[in-house]
């Protein structure tokens, strides 16, 4: 008895019911056409797309989901759909796959584990399944399931005990480092206790602050991969089961840490470019590694026909750095402009003279030269339609060490939840693939340039202290007491856990940037920004 | 047999937990020495403050917030205290009340009803409790309740099932327009059903968005009040129980709809300067409606010696405008500055003429004046530590009509969620307090005044059809399709719906405002900004 089962690794967008319904659409007539498959299962809410957030708060948003669904049972015959929505009952929603099949919606599974941590708020919309659901098809029991549900060993097992002999798992799970074997080790271990072959489908694509990677796979009854899809790329594929056994098929890698990172960053500029309809991406160009290594991304995501560099240098603005945004913006066949804000700083300077007359110099005067090139792109970006990218990594996100309104100006913040260190690790992984940031740009040391001889060292412990402090801090959640316990100076932790305290104001307002870290600023982390507590 | 009862209406901060307990005990030293209590009962989580966010999440902090109540037993005798704190039990954490009394914790109740909706996130951070707790005291059995629990009926039924003479219920309640009403009417028909006496304790102050307004009270057991504390005050009064009944004691008025707001609108100022540690407030006067009311409020909120005004005029700015705009600092008594912008404005066009020559003027240009208000601003508030306050309305949050980094460049945003109509009553109920506001501000038609006679209603539609429109599609989730059937016109309605639909990239970068509806932008909407969804 033979099962061919096709995984549709698909990139909605969040919100269109419309075109995701055709996109299912399309899908489906693929994998019966051209891939012979038998049934076709989708990610999870395919039809909102995930995560629609307040948007299964409407009520027209979920009727409309929901007769969606109704009429796609209609629209597609001789193969099998499993897709994901929000299935409205009476005054209760649920986070819901149904099972289409001729014409007939033949089966329907309530999720029931409702994540509401991290980026997760799924009880603020969903009530919760309370049972098991397995369908019978072509002589095959199938189980459903929904992402949270199979990260717990009890709920694989009670469909199991209902008499599943395949499960299937329609996912919405987002990416971070490391993420990807972190998942695939967790739930193949369940999979094996429970011994019963698992469908994982995964969507791909950039949401806002989340990259959704793919590599779904498919295991066994003892939990070895016997297929994966390609991580970061949209792939429809089809996996014959034979009696219930899944054949060997292909295994695409899974990418390693850094190159992980690097290709989430690039889908993720590439989608929030593409989705929100901008016509392609500008950035300033100093002359460091963070712009550097943006550029880098944002060429290799949209092409360096819709990418553009503006050089903005200052008095305080060394030549090696413009020769460097130079090299930068050659290397890669970027269109470059030089807009140099000295005009602009006099005129405020000499607007402001008389009230500042007596007061001293003070970052003030740092943060008008940074308003002032913020205001340049601003322009830049209103006028032609392109989205301005920020280019501040996670360790100044931490500390404040942006100006509001200045360098945090944009639309986007592709880097925001990448630590200065990672930022190093990335540029070097993309020069391996072609020299494209300057040598003399990894190895300088970094600077603001907003100031003389200025560098980050004058006011920040080192990267290489200061970034595992954040990480301590930040993402783990220990206590300053904690991390100087284990090994870190008292004078660097205080000095990094008080600048991340009063930071709050500055992250509120900063753009959306991609989450790669197991918690980003953002929803992730929602610190209050009126707050008496002190971490040290 | 006479037991007292004082209710302590404080305004704690956030996070700082020794704080808070050094409040509790003066608070108790007070109700005992000064009020005769016998008991005094605390908002919802006294020792934390309310919403602590994901503050809840660090070890270190439940761990000091747990230790802190321990030892608060042991700093006083002869009164009992009733004080909220995030339980921790094992790997659960609860939302909780404790009973301390002569140095030990006599009982200890844990939240059952943990709301997850609007800006509530409990479900984040809480388990639920599973059970009633009733403890005695001095003869009386009192029944302990936190917040959302008394929404519902169930859960006062089962207190009393389980024996209380007298329910407790300690609140973190926040204030919208008509909510004091509203959660007298509920609560005190919830105690009429059950037959129960009731104090409902609430905090006062700001936190961020949100506002508590206070207005605490009792209930005799017929759901009548018999005391009422002030709104928007901190206030510790004691209410007499004889035999379990309490006796008739001063009862403030609930303010109307627009008194309260302007409270509100006062007392977040205030909170928001003095905990978050400023010298004091500026902001820009155009002379338009929306500035003239934040001056108003920021001087109520801080005194005319803590306010500064900045007019910023450019060629677009009618000289009424700055006739009117000095009108207003005069009446208030501020301190106010005149930069005109025309050199900024000029060295940007300058910078950028090369880059633009050849393309037509559109709003790229009036955002470049926005902005270098915006960089004036922000250079004064940079120098003098002082909050830069935004002026935006709602009406204009809610259709992207503001420039981001121009006038919307700041720390706090006191407006945000007020819709224009509501800024004209404000307004004049200010005036009918005191003339602030010239009449002509009053009565001439809205001006952003960044090109050539220019009026709001240029590009949307009259504020009186605007508003509602928008209050039905952001605050009650209505169709267009419903807005429409109600009445308003096609294209109206098509026109807010899609501004409302494409500007959520602006509102996600705007500071924090004051919530004064049902539903304000920020924790309590939360929509993506990559997003397929049109209402229209």
New interface residues.
Partial sequence: MTLKIAIAQTNF????IN?NIDNIVNAAVHARDALGADMIVFPELTIT?Y?????L?????IAAANNALYQLADRITDIALVVGFPEQDGDKLYNSAAVLNQGAIIACYRKQALP??GVF?E??YFDAGQQACVFEFNGSFIGLTICEDVWQGGIIDASKQAGADILLTLNASPFNLGKSHQREAIICKQVKAAQIPLVYVNQIG???ELIFDGASFVTDAQGGIVFRAVEFQAQISVVEFNNNHPLKSSCAPLYSGIVGVYNALVLGIK??VR??GFQGAILGLSGGIDSALVLALAVDALGADKVEAVLMPSRYTQTMSIDDALLEADALGVKH?T???G??V???T???AG??AG?AR???EE??QA??R???L???S??QGKLLLTTGNKSEMSVGYAT??GDM?G?FAPIKDVPKLLVYQLSRYRNSLSPVIPERVLTRPPSAELAPDQIDEDSLPPYDVLDPILERYVEL?Q?A??IIAAGFRQEDVARAVSLVDRNE?KR?????GIRITSRAFGRD???????????I
Avoid: W
């Fill in positions: 967008l969040v919100g269109n075109a797309g995560p629609a957030e307040d948007l708060l409407r009520a027209d948003f509401n941590y708020d009880q603020r950039g949401q806002d989608d929030y989705k929100n402009h807009i140099p804000i005009p602009a006099d005129a405020f000499g607007m402001l009230l500042f007061s003070d970052t003030t943060n008008i308003r002032c913020g205001v340049i601003m322009a830049l209103n006028k509001l309104y100006a639309g959640d206590s007491e904690q104001y509120r307002q900063s753009p959306p982390r929602r610190y209050p920004i009126t707050s008496g507590y002190k971490g």
